[in-house]
C-alpha cells in the first residue's frame, strides 16, 4: 500500500510506504513503515524505496574521483575543500616523486591556496577526514580549462546511461570534460568557445534533469549554436 | 573523575528504570530529600540554602529603590540572576553567565513572576517614580543534579526571608524608618522537574541520570495547583500524554513538599 | 504609544484582530528566498515576519566544539531593533540566549545528527517585525530551512502557541495577547513520532486549561505542518517538469 508512486515529489517525514520494503536512500524506516528523510523523487527498486534527492551535499566516498581547491598549506601537506562537509587531506608523500624532507622542500611551490587539483579519494571514514591521492594518471594540478559546480545529486545525469550525454557533450565540443562526483566539473577545450558551449550544455543538463529526451535534445540545441556561431563567423 | 558516564552505568540505569527503580533505591516519582535554612547570610536582605540530596544552592536577595518599568508604574521590580560557580561542578567553567544560567534564571524568574509571589504593589514608594527593587541571585553551590528546582525552592525560601527597609511617606518626601518589614509575599510557588529516560519519566533526576536522560521539564505549580510556568529543556522530547500525566503528578508531588515545608 | 485595550476578546467572542478563539493568523511561508544560504525560509504569520538560514553542514571553527559521534547544531534568535515597538538593542538579550537555546532543542529530535559526525549546522534566524509567538513562528520556518538544505530530517518541526485571555483559551497568540493575556504556552511537535520537541508556559492555567490549550495547539500545529509542506513542494515542483 503506497501513499506515493514512483517519481512523485516527497518532503522529509512523509510515509512513503507501509509493508514488506526496504528503506533505501534518503529514507528511514520504523517498524514497517518507510519515510522519505529529505526532499525529492521517490524510486522503487523492487523491495527497496529510495528518494532521489532534488538537494543534497557530497559526501566522499572511496574511489571518487573529486575536484577541488588548495585552502592551507601545512607541514606535511595541503587542505583541499572538495565541496563538502568534510575537507579532505592530501599529503606531501603522496604527491612528491620523491621522499618528503620537511626542513627543505617548500610545499607552497609545489601546490599553492587556491590552486586547483583532480584527485581520488583513497580512504574516508566519519571519524577521519577523507585522505586525497593524485597517484594516477590525468590526476594533479589543473592548469587549464574552467571550472563550474552543480548539485552533485545531477553528475549521473550528466554523465548519461552507459555515458551517452557526456559522450555527446564531448563530441560536439571538442572539450575535454572531467566530471568530479563532488559536484565539480572541468571543462578544458581548444579555446573559450568552445568551453563556453560544453557548460551552457552542462547547465541544461542540471536544469532538465527529470525530464526524458534529454540526450537528443541537448545534441540538437549543441548543434544549432556550432551553426549559429559558424553563421556569425561569415 | 570524568563527567562522562559510562556505557555500563548507563544500561544499568535505564535497566533499573524499566522494572520501575533508581539508582539510588528511590521510586520513579520520589523526591530526594530536602533540607532548607534560611537567614545565613546577614550582610543580604534575605538568604537561604537548600539541599535537594547533594545539590546545593544558595539565594541571597538584596533590596534597592529604583524607578518602575514604564507599563507597571504601580509595581516593584524583581530580577533574578543565577550563576553556576565554577566550584559546583567541573562542567562548569568560570565566565560570564552561559546559556545554561541564563535558562536557570529565567525559569526561576518565570516560577515567582507569573505565581505572583511578591506582592509587588506594596512595593511601590512613588508611583511612577520610585518603588523597590528585589535583586534574587541563585548560585549553585554543588551539582548534583536538577539544580532547576533546588534553586527555584532555594529562592522563594530567600523572598519568605527577605527584610526590607521601613518607610513612610510625609508631605510627598520619602522617609526611611527604623526597623524592617517583612517582604510582602502572596504566594510559594514550588517547581518540579521531570526527566524521561528510554520513554519512561521519573522526577527529580540526580547527576547521572541527567547525563542519560533524552530531556527534561520542569513544571512551577501555585497554592491552589495551578501551573504558573514550564520549561522544556535537552534535545530530545515528549508526548503529549507524558506531558498531561507530568502535570498530573506535578500537582501531587507539590502538595506534599508544601505540607512538608509548611508553605 | 498605543493605548492599551480594555477588552481582548469582544462580546461577539471576536479578537481584536477579529478572529475567533480557535483561529490561526494569516501565514505564508516561502522557501529557498536566500542564495548563499544552503538552506532558506521567510515566514509572515500575522504581522511577524520572520528569515531563517541553515548553512552546513560544514566543518566548524572553532574545531574543538565538534564531536567525534555527531553533528553538532548551532542557532541564533535574534531580533532586529527595528522589529518592536521600542527599539530594541541589537547586543544579545538574556531573552535571545534563552530563545536560541529552547529552539535549538526544538529542531535537534528532527535531524538525523549522527550522519554526519564532526560537522557542524548553523541555524540563523532573524526576526524582522514581531507580533507575538515569534518562537514558534521561528521554528517553523527554521525547520523548512533544514529541508531545504537538503539536511536528512526524520520529520519537519512545527510550532504554534495558545493561550488564555479574558478566560478564553485561544490559538497562536498576537502580540497585544501574549503582552496582556492571563497564559502563553508555546508548543513545537513533530507529528510522525507524536513528539513534543517545544514546550513552555507563563501565566496561570488549572490542569484543564492547560490539557485544552496544549490540544489546541497541536490541532494549530497539524495545520501549519502541512502548510509548511505545501511551501516545499511549491519551491521544487517547479524544477519537476511533467514526464512526456
Known sequence: MATYEKKQLVTPGDLIVEGDFIPGENTYADNNKIYASRIGMVDYENKKVNVVALRSFYIPKIGDIVIGT?????????????????????????VLSRPFRPQKDELSEVLNIGDLVVATIISFDRSHDPQLTVGEPGLGKITRGQIIRITPTKIPRVIGRKGSMISVIKQETGCQIILGLNGVILVTGKNREDEELAIMAIRKVEEESHTSGLTDRITQMLKEEKAKREENKK | ?????????????????????????????????????????????????????????????????????????????????????????????????????????????????????????KLCIEPGKKVFVVFVDVYVLNHDGNFIDASALAAVAALLNTKMPNYEVKEGEVKMKSGYVPLPMKRHPITVTFAKINDKLIVDPWLEEEQVMDARFSMAIDDDGNICAIQKGGSGYFTPQMVLEAAKIAKEKTEEIRKKLKW | MSQKPEKLIDKKGLRLDGRKPDELRKIKIEVGVLSNADGSAYIEQGKNKILAAVYGPRELHPKHLALADRMVIRCRYHMAPFSVQERKSPAPSRREVELSKVIRESLEPSIFLEYYPRTGIDVFIEVLQADGSTRCASITAASVAIADAGIPMRDLVVACSAGKVDDTIVLDLMDEEDKLGMADVPVAFMPNANAITLLQMDGTLSLEEFETAVNLSLEGCKKIYAMQKEALRAKYVLLKEDEE
Not at chain 2, 21 to 30: A, C, Q
Not at chain 2, 58 to 68: L, N, R, Y
Open chain 2, 1 to 121: 573523575m570524568s563527567s562522562l558516564i559510562t556505557r555500563v552505568k548507563r544500561n544499568q540505569i535505564a535497566q533499573l528504570i524499566a522494572k520501575g527503580k533508581r539508582l539510588d533505591g528511590r521510586g520513579l516519582t520520589d523526591i530526594r530529600e530536602i533540607k532548607v535554612e534560611q537567614g545565613i547570610i546577614e550582610r543580604a536582605e534575605g538568604s537561604a540554602r537548600v539541599l535537594l540530596g547533594r545539590t546545593e544552592v544558595m539565594v541571597g536577595t538584596k533590596i534597592e529603590t529604583g524607578e518602575p518599568f514604564s507599563d507597571t508604574p504601580n509595581e516593584g521590580v524583581l530580577t533574578v540572576n543565577a550563576e553556576l560557580v565554577p566550584l559546583a561542578s567541573s562542567t562548569f567553567e568560570p565566565g560570564p553567565p552561559d546559556e545554561n544560567s541564563i535558562e536557570l534564571a529565567r525559569i526561576v524568574d518565570r516560577g515567582i513572576r507569573e505565581s505572583k509571589a511578591i506582592d509587588v504593589e
Open chain 1, 70 to 94: 588548495v585552502v592551507e598549506v601545512g607541514f606535511s601537506g595541503w587542505t583541499v575543500d572538495i565541496n563538502s562537509p568534510y575537507q579532505a587531506i592530501l599529503r606531501a608523500s603522496n
